[in-house]
């Protein structure tokens, strides 16, 4: 008996390590979010020239509308040009393409990935670019998102990510992603820059300075999560993401429970392939190196996703509420209180990171499909084998938005 108490026991400080360690974290960002960045002041004046890139695979329902709204730049026409990279797009799409001002650059993989799209593409344009900006093949920008960013490049910025939002709330799927994404933006983003880290990337929305970032894409092969590997090569060479809260590029958001699992379970295979990938580097990097941001992303790789941790932690604050009084002096070595601290930092991380207008009725109902986000994701957990291994597409172009 005293053997299966102390094994419990280790089980017990284990979960409330990982879970623990967690709940403080999104906590500390969170708040940390609520305050301003320290900006940098402009270093020169110079208007670089962007090659906007635009990954597709199978986006003929979206790519002409999106390439339209890409022209409409409030940036001098000659310092940028619209690329369109087509994998797998039907003919009477690359003929509208080709009718527009902009370059279309066909691609052909036996198996597709965003990365050998991108590289591809770079060899065909050339070198006569300062910055590569990435887009999804859904990613709408405001009219002035490339004067924000050349600005942030004038600040002495090497690599920078926009502020993505919901192109879509249409459905209660769609508005959990939203929420996500914007959770995500204020922790891993915004409050992150706030205490001096990098900001995290995102897949889309994203700038590098265009000869830098061809040189280090020739380097990345992944089929899946290709900003993560990215992100980790930038932060071990100690490459500092700025984070543009104000500049706001429209993407739209997952509507269906099969889509929303899909996609999930693309990201938590990337993110376990690459912890162990780079775990050990990790640990280097911090004590012999001090390099906080890259152990910090590091770290990100292994923690639980904010539907989870949500999840899991009031499913241990509900066991011990109900058997904590029952168990606690011949099993359980934890006190409930502990337990329900971790829930109340989470519940205030994301009270925090909401936005405002996300405070309404449509939003109450979607939380009422939670749980079954929750589930979706925990199942994905056990259905990770080979999800890495192959390109997962995204269908996009099935909702409107504004």
């Known amino acids: 008996m005293d053997v299966l108490k102390m094994v419990l026991n280790a089980i017990e400080f284990l979960l409330i390590g990982y879970f623990g360690f967690a709940s403080i974290y999104v906590f500390v960002f969170s708040f940390a979010g609520l305050f301003k960045a320290k900006k940098r002041n402009e270093v020169l004046e110079k208007q670089r020239r962007f090659a906007v890139l635009i990954p597709g695979y199978k986006e003929d329902n979206v790519i002409v509308e999106v390439a339209k709204q890409a022209l409409k730049q409030n940036y001098p026409t000659e310092f940028y040009e619209v690329v369109v990279i087509a994998d797998s797009f039907q003919e009477e799409t690359l003929r509208k393409l080709r009718d527009l001002p902009i370059r279309v650059v066909e691609v052909f993989f036996e198996k597709s990935t965003k990365s050998k799209a991108l590289n591809k593409a770079m060899e065909a344009i050339g070198n006569d670019y300062d910055v590569a900006l990435i887009l999804d093949a859904d990613n709408v920008m405001e009219h002035n998102f490339l004067q924000k960013v050349n600005t942030s490049f004038n600040q002495g910025y090497k690599v920078v990510q926009g502020h993505r939002i919901a192109k879509n709330i249409n459905t209660p799927f769609a508005i959990l992603d939203a929420l996500s994404e914007e959770i995500n933006n204020h922790i891993f983003r915004k409050g992150h820059r706030v205490l001096g880290l990098s900001s995290a990337l995102i897949g889309s929305g994203m700038a590098f300075d265009y000869h830098f970032f061809k040189k280090t894409m020739a380097k990345v092969n992944a089929v899946g999560g290709f900003d993560k590997e990215l992100e ?126 996300f405070y309404t009725r449509s939003t109450l109902k979607a939380v009422l499909k939670l749980p079954n986000a929750f589930l979706l994701m925990f199942l994905s957990l056990f259905r990770l084998k080979g999800a890495n291994k192959k390109f997962i597409h995204t269908q996009h172009g099935t909702a409107n938005g504004n």
């Open 232 to 357: 980790l090569k930038l932060l071990k060479n100690r490459i500092r993401i700025e984070y543009l809260q104000d500049a706001l590029v429209l993407d739209e958001k997952v509507q269906k429970s099969e889509v929303f699992a899909n996609q999930r379970k693309r990201w938590l295979s990337a993110q376990f392939i690459y912890f162990g990938r780079y775990f050990s580097s990790g640990i280097k990097e911090l004590f012999l190196r001090g390099n906080i941001d890259f152990f910090d992303k590091v770290y990100q790789m292994v923690s639980p996703p904010r539907v989870l941790l949500l999840g899991l932690v009031f499913a241990f604050s509900l066991f011990y509420f109900i058997l904590g009084d029952l168990l606690k002096n011949s099993v359980l070595a934890i006190p409930p209180s502990v337990w329900y601290l971790c829930l109340a930092l989470i519940i205030l991380a994301f009270f925090f990171a909401v936005p405002k207008r």
